[in-house]
């Protein structure tokens, strides 16, 4: 499962950042920058990831 379904997933479950951070093994900053990636309500991964493609086509 890719890692933005599962920061997705973890979050939608109410984890806290720490905790989620902590089961990925990463950086409570890495995952709290993606949960702050084109947010209009709720996180989604898919949102998040063609919001990377817009930002890398547009440099």
Same mark, same amino acid.
């Given at each position: 499962?890719?890692? %933005? =379904?599962?920061? #997705?997933?973890?979050?939608?479950?109410g984890?806290?950042? =720490?905790?989620? *951070?902590? %089961?990925?093994?990463?950086?409570?900053s =890495?995952?709290y920058? #993606?949960?702050?990636?084109?947010? $209009?309500g *709720?996180?989604? *991964?898919s949102?998040? *990831? #063609?919001?990377?493609?817009?930002? $890398?086509?547009?440099?």
């Open positions: 499962m890719e890692e %933005r =379904s599962k920061i #997705e997933i973890l979050h939608q479950e984890y806290p950042i =720490s905790q989620g *951070a902590k %089961r990925l093994n990463c950086q409570c =890495s995952f920058r #993606e949960l702050g990636r084109c947010i $209009s *709720a996180y989604k *991964a949102s998040a *990831a #063609e919001c990377i493609v817009l930002i $890398s086509c547009t440099v």
